[in-house]
Nanobody
Framework: QVQLVESGGGLVQAGGSLRLSCVASGRTFIVYTMGWFRQAPGKEREFVASISGSGDRTYYGDSMQGRFTISRDNAKNTVYLQMNSLKPEDTAVYYC?????????????????WGQGTQVTVSS
């Protein structure tokens, strides 16, 4: 069982930045590929980014390339999402997920474990 708690969401103006954090419980954090998804009102859940257990591989959704950076600190059981040059269309609830044990596939459609989500609102 992995429990995930996100933080760092909020209200920011277009062009601004936010850093989301996700702290995981348990001693198996390092074996999991971790990732972020988002869901805007009335829209399907969208893959944002993933990072392998060791942190040496990352993958991003198309609209996030060059603006978002995923990273992790295995000593702190934490995965981060640095979001720069934010746009109003980035407004969504952002969810952290433990995606896959001992593997990395790049893009994912779902997660094995989910956090509760954190709201990001970008004003124009």
């Amino acid at each position: 069982q992995v429990q995930l708690v996100e933080s760092g969401g909020g209200l920011v103006q277009a062009g601004g930045s936010l850093r989301l954090s996700c702290v995981a419980s348990g001693r198996t954090f390092i074996v999991y590929t971790m990732g972020w998804f988002r869901q805007a009102p009335g829209k399907e859940r969208e893959f944002v980014a993933s990072i392998s257990g060791s942190g040496d591989r990352t993958y991003y959704g198309d609209s996030m390339q060059g603006r978002f950076t995923i990273s992790r600190d295995n000593a702190k059981n934490t995965v981060y999402l640095q979001m720069n040059s934010l746009k109003p269309e980035d407004t969504a609830v952002y969810y952290c997920g433990a995606l896959e044990k001992f593997g990395f596939r790049g893009t994912y459609k779902s997660a094995e474990y989910w956090g509760q989500g954190t709201q990001v609102t970008v004003s124009s």
